[in-house]
């Protein structure tokens, strides 16, 4: 992977994950880290279920790609803010 590749999974991780916790109500308690972390995983693998699901690829930009991608980037946002309030 080259070194455009990271940082452009670290960019879309951010804004990834950064939409996922706006979407969740009251505060979570993970730090920008852990916001770019669950937006890379949830970026990945919004795009390998967009994939799967046959709606990656359309005629302008990839909305349903992107909701899937923030759904799950929401989704880990909960769960490692959850994960790390029990502790």
Known sequence: MEISGIISAIVIGLII??????VL?????????WT?????IA??????LASGLDVNDTNG????????QIGLAAVGVSLVAGGRSRR
């Open 17 to 22: 994950g950064l939409l996922g916790r706006l």
């Open 25 to 33: 109500p009251g505060r979570q308690r993970i730090g920008i880290l």
């Open 36 to 40: 770019i972390a669950v937006g890379i």
């Open 43 to 48: 970026a990945l693998l919004g795009s390998a």
């Open 61 to 68: 930009v990839d909305w349903i790609e992107w909701l899937i």
